[in-house]
Structure formats: C-alpha cells, structure tokens
C-alpha cells in the first residue's frame, strides 16, 4: 500500500495523523471527520476507510462501518485490518455468519498468526453458543412461558439473607429504598423478591397499550429519561437531582435501560420496582436493546446469569417483550426510542395496531420505532447503523402535522450535551447515560416538561463515580472487544 509523495499525500498523512489522536482521546466523531478529509486527498489509502470504520464502530454506526470496510478490502483485498473491521460490525449487527466468513478470511490471510487463530476460535465458539441457545430457546417457546410457570411464593428466603425483605405481595417503599442502597453497596436481591418484581411488571405492562396515551394535569411536571445502559450510579444521580419517581413526580424512562454498563441488573431491577409501587408514576418504553440478541451481545444475558440464574434471564427476555412501543403526552408529544419510518403515511393508529410482543424483527414499524435515526438533511437515506432508516426535517414535520402533534423526542444516539434539537426544533434527542461505556466523554441529560405549556426544560449533568467494574464485564470474551 506504499504510494508516492505528493503534496495531497503528505496533507492527508497530516489529517490521519490528527484523526488517530482523536480516536485516542475517544472524540469518535472528530476522528470520523478527519478521517473523512484525508479519505478526499487520498481516496485510494485503505488505512484511511478501515480506520474511519472503526470510528464507526464505536459511534455504533455499523452500517456506515461496513461499507467503509468494504471499501478498504476493495483496494487491498490482502488488508487483514479490512476484514477485521468488517467482521467486527457485523458481530455487532448480531450477521454472525458474515462475522465468521471475515474472521476466516484473515486467518487465511495470515495463517500462522496467533492472535488471528484466537480471534477467529473465540468467534467461532462465541456463535455456536448463541445459536445453540437459539435453538434451545425456539424450542421452549413452544412448550411453555416462563412467567406461568413460576411461582415466586415458593421459593424460600434463607434466615441468613441479609437485603431487601417484603411480607406479603405488594411492592413497598422501604423494600426499594433498602434494595436500592443494598445494589449501591453491590449486594444483591433475593431471587424470590427479583422474580416478584418481574411477575408484577410483567402482568402490569401486558395491561397497557403499545402505545401508551399519558395526561399530565395543568401545573404538573413529567419528566423524560433517554438511554441509562446499565449505569446505575449515573441513575441514582439522576434521582439525587430530580427526586425519585412517585405519582406527584412522574418519570418515562425512554428505552435501553441494560447493557453495556455492567450494573444493568440493578437498573432494570429498581425501574421495575418503582413501576410496581407507582404504576402510574413511572413509565417504560422499549429500546433496540431489550431484546434477547442484543443482550447476548452486549453483556445483560451474562449478568443475569451471574448474578441470578438462566430461568431469570428467560424471564426478562419474556418481560421484554412486553414493554410498550411509545407514548404520547397530552396528545402533543410522541417519545419513542429510536425515530420515525421509512413511509410518510403511519397514524397514530397504525402504531397502536403493532403486536408487540416479539423479538423485534429486522424492519417495519416495529424495527424503525426502535432503531431509526434523524439526519440534518430532507428526506430518507439508509442507516448508519445497518438497521431502521435515517429520516430528515421534512419526514419529521410531515409525521407530526398527520398525527396533529407537536414534538418529537427520542433517545437511542449520544450526544455531548446530553441532549440536542433538531429539525427546526421539532425533534428532541436526549440520552442519559454519562461518560457512555466510561470512554465516550459526554454528560447525560433528562427532559421536565410542565402542564399546559409543555416547554421543554433541560437539565445536564456528568457521569459519577461508580465502583471498579468495567462494561460489557459479563460478556461473551470475544464480544467484550465492541466496548
């Protein structure tokens, strides 16, 4: 891949230089950049298009980094980096056979390189586990739910458990307040009382809609949450700062409350605990990643697992399940996780429509609600992220004017302020989990809006200190490395 010196050259060596630092400095859209203006000088460097698609990688932009991958193999199809790259995105995107197919091509490449011949082993067995539980999975889906056959009143509180004790069925506040400073303190909840909370979440959720119509009365306030990724003491903040949730101090927390973060089982645990307390005092909205791929993936199924049992990592992917779709407050503002769809002509009503209680599939409603992203510009264009749609101002105008709405607001992307308007200020985004995967630099954000005027009024604040235990710690080794 040696070429000859010219003035572009050199300048572009400049912009790779300054991008790689960047990268260091975990500024991953910079570096995106910067790589991007050394890509216009030097079109035909592979370094460039396979570093940029690592930047990718870790804005979770796996569609864009395996296009730029390809590109990179396309110059030099020898380019072992290439395919390392590509095959990275595409164990993101969950494409385990691509996945495979460029972690054997490098081991062709270099045959006799251990790390290459680890890699592609840790793939190899990383995947046959996933499938292998797949399959199993399909195959208890049509016996049984896990939820019906369990009874949480059978299992017996040892004398020694020193945590969080209930008498009798209902959910109290000093149960949360306890269990909440015993997770701050990492000691755990029973397993009785875990399968409790999940139980009445689980019954609480299957009576709500898919999309969820919330009245917030004149001189109250409604708070929204974006992302939290299993960082417990980033919520607990949020909390300190804000109060905790109650009927008089109602939260929606908007999607993706696990992985990645490696105190998942304490977020989603104390979400559902205070969903059964106030159930109208706090809501939920399902993310991309309350699913069972993406929780095999990115480290929920394996903290379940450690900290519980297998039964209880069935029994969340079944709660899941359940979640709703979206919310609209006072029948002007849509929330939702991801974005909006890759057609012009969804009502209010075709979203109500959705059977929700799926794994989420790979496109229509359900996916985009999910997965979809805004762009600066007008109209639709593909992904970055290889799934859902990218969708500009106007798609974002139009979806309100139909639906007679006001706002949109979403999570699903970091930001460095936490939180960011778009689209002339009819979209929101706000993501809530600071210093995301303890790298990315960024504060978190959470939205109060007040009755009748529904202004939204933003609150930013940085990542806390939590104990030593890094992300994705309970995941898969091999999938520990998209971190």
Same mark, same amino acid.
């Given at each position: ?13 400049e912009?790779?230089?300054?991008a ?28 460039y298009?396979?570093?940029? @698609? ?6 979770e ?15 030099s ?11 990275? @995105? ?56 896990v ?12 004398n020694? &458990?020193?945590g ?9 506040f ?18 009785? &009382? ?5 139980l009445?979440?689980?019954e609480?959720?299957?009576?709500s ?20 990724h299993?960082? &417990? ?64 993936? &990115? ?10 049992n297998e ?18 407050l006072?029948e ?20 109500? @429509?959705?059977?929700r209680?799926?794994e ?25 992220r ?33 939180y960011?308007?778009?689209h ?30 529904l ?28 971190a």
């Open positions: 891949m040696h070429q000859t010196s010219t003035p572009d050259t050199d300048k572009a060596e912009l790779k230089a300054a790689n630092a960047a990268f260091q400095a975990h500024r991953f859209a910079a570096a995106i950049e910067l790589y991007s203006q050394a890509i216009i000088l030097n079109t035909d460097n592979a370094v298009w396979a570093n940029r @698609a690592f930047a990718h990688t870790k804005m932009e796996y569609g864009s980094a395996v296009e730029d991958a390809t590109k990179a193999i396309t110059i199809p020898t380019y072992v980096k290439g395919y390392y790259r590509r095959g990275a @995105a595409y164990l993101a995107m969950g494409k385990f056979k691509d996945a495979l197919k460029d972690f054997r091509q490098v081991q062709r490449i270099v045959p006799k390189d251990p790390d290459a011949v680890k890699k592609l082993r840790e793939c190899e067995k990383a995947v046959t586990k996933i499938r292998f539980e797949e399959a199993i999975a399909m195959e208890e889906h049509d016996r049984h739910s939820a019906e056959s369990l009874d949480f009143h059978s299992i017996e509180v040892e020694s &458990y020193q969080a004790r209930l008498e009798g069925d209902n959910i109290t000093e149960f949360v307040k306890k269990m909440m400073d015993d997770f701050k303190n990492q000691h755990s909840v029973h397993k009785r &009382y875990a399968f409790q909370i999940l009445q979440t689980r609480l959720l299957l009576a809609p898919t999309l969820v119509d919330i009245t917030i009365p004149d001189h109250c306030h409604f708070t929204v949450c974006g992302d939290i299993g960082q &417990y003491f980033d919520l607990l903040n949020i909390f300190e700062l804000n109060g905790l949730p109650s009927n008089d101090n109602p939260y929606l927390f908007n999607g993706d409350f696990v992985d990645r973060g490696s105190f998942s089982v304490e977020v989603i645990m104390t979400l559902f605990a205070f969903k059964c307390l106030y159930p109208t005092g706090l809501y939920l909205s399902r993310g991309n990643h309350e699913s069972k791929s993406m929780n095999k993936i &990115y480290g929920f199924d394996g903290e379940v697992k450690a900290k519980f039964t209880m990592a069935d029994l969340f992917a079944e709660v899941f399940c359940c979640l709703p779709l979206a919310n609209v006072n002007k503002i849509f929330v939702v996780h991801g974005g909006l769809f890759s057609s012009d002509d969804v009502k209010l009503s075709d979203i109500r @429509a959705i059977d209680f799926q989420p599939p790979d496109e229509g409603l359900m996916c985009e609600l999910l997965w979809s992203d805004p762009h600066s510009g007008v109209g639709r264009a593909p992904s970055k290889g799934v859902g749609v990218a969708f500009g101002s106007d798609v974002t105008h139009r979806f309100l004017q139909e639906n007679n709405l006001e706002l949109v607001v979403r999570s699903h992307e970091v930001k460095d302020e936490g960011e308007e778009d002339d200020g009819k979209l929101i985004t706000v993501f809530s989990a600071p210093n995301y995967c303890d790298q990315m630099g960024n504060k978190g954000a959470f939205i109060r809006f007040k009755a009748p005027g202004r939204p009024e933003f609150t930013k604040f940085n990542a806390v200190w939590h104990p030593n235990v890094r992300p994705m710690q309970y995941a898969n080794n091999f999938f520990s490395m998209l």
